[in-house]
């Protein structure tokens, strides 16, 4: 079946930029997602990716695909402390509706 | 406009008995979707309703767990007989099309 991989830990500094990254097995991804989860709190969809693109850039935050490594990327510049929360790698395609998500990067931002 | 909205936003019960989680999607969505968020499993799929078409009901864990959508709106996840394993958050969420799927805070179900 799908599998989605991420590291479990990340600790950056504030001001500094953070690099999450994510592998998956499908491939026939055709979306594939990063979601922020801050601490009692359900989870923000921060942006997304289709399967045709290698980057795309939404103001602090640039995603980057490899679709022949499987690998999926998240760079947030100038990260701040409210930055800090688990962020969540996942992915579809256009077979099955439902998300498949990695386990989660715990992102720490010290001051 | 209003997000996606569940209740409660948590839930104590014994075990054995039947808990009703329910989720409102945003106005205009036709699919919404149910996960559950536990430690030892991270973020599973649970079951998905597109419109008026039969549920995908694959993610659903036992035959304890049910779910339905009336009027295409509001959802009711129903957990029979609660076990302790079923402890966790259980998230909805709901989405207009395929690209993007917006969730709930979701409920906090702790099964004594």
């Known amino acids: 079946g799908e599998d989605v991989e991420q590291s479990l830990f990340l600790s950056v500094r504030e001001g500094d930029s953070s690099v999450i990254n994510c592998t998956y097995t499908?491939?026939?991804?055709?979306?594939l997602y990063w979601y922020k989860q801050e601490p009692g709190a359900g989870l923000q969809l921060l942006t997304y990716i289709f399967s045709n693109m290698d980057m795309k850039q939404d103001q602090r935050l640039t995603v980057l695909l490899n679709k022949k490594d499987k690998h999926l990327s998240l760079r947030i510049a100038d990260t701040q402390t409210g930055d800090s929360a688990i962020y969540f790698c996942?992915?579809?395609?256009?077979?099955?509706?439902?998300?498949?998500f990695g386990s989660g990067t715990r992102l720490q931002v010290q001051p | 406009g209003a997000g996606v909205s569940q209740s409660p936003s948590n839930k104590v019960t014994e075990k054995g008995k039947d808990v009703e989680l329910r989720c409102d999607p945003i106005s205009g969505h036709t699919a919404l979707y149910w996960y559950r968020q536990s430690l030892g499993q991270g973020l599973e799929f649970l079951i998905y309703?597109?419109?008026?078409?039969?549920?995908?009901k694959s993610g659903l864990p036992s035959d304890r767990f049910s779910a339905e959508r009336t009027g295409g709106s509001v959802s009711t996840l129903t957990i029979q007989r609660t076990q302790q394993e079923d402890s966790a958050v259980y998230l909805c969420?709901?989405?207009?099309?395929?690209?993007?799927?917006?969730f709930g805070p979701g409920t906090r179900l702790l099964v004594l």
């Open positions: 996942a992915e579809t395609d256009t077979g099955r509706r439902a998300l498949t």
């Open positions: 969420a709901s989405s207009y099309s395929q690209e993007t799927q917006y």
């Open positions: 499908d491939s026939s991804s055709t979306y």
């Open positions: 309703f597109q419109g008026n078409s039969a549920p995908d």
